[in-house]
């Protein structure tokens, strides 16, 4: 644990300090800053929807196994939860799009 934390706060502190890197007369700095930020939205919107979709239909899986009566009552709730977490996906995406145009 104290290895992450370690590696945590000096990441977090070599981030932040490259923005003197981008930091130029040209307003390129500004432009390199939301491309970084965009890629960030990005993964954190495909690993959020990632995860949540692996454990929906863990979930779900495991119930219809325990009770294969019950497919029909837990299919559409799992396919409808899944569509809301590609959703945030996808949102993720159109805000990076947004940062970076």
Known sequence: ???FTYKAVVSSALFFASSVAFASGDGSGALAFAEI???IAI???AAGAAT???R???AALEGIARN???KG???VPMILSLVFME???LLAFAVAWKLVS
């Open 1 to 3: 644990m104290r290895s």
């Open 37 to 39: 930020s965009a890629g």
């Open 43 to 45: 993964a954190i919107g």
């Open 52 to 54: 949540a979709q692996g």
């Open 56 to 58: 929906a239909a863990s």
């Open 68 to 70: 294969p009566s019950a």
């Open 73 to 75: 009552d837990v299919f």
């Open 87 to 89: 959703f945030q996906a």
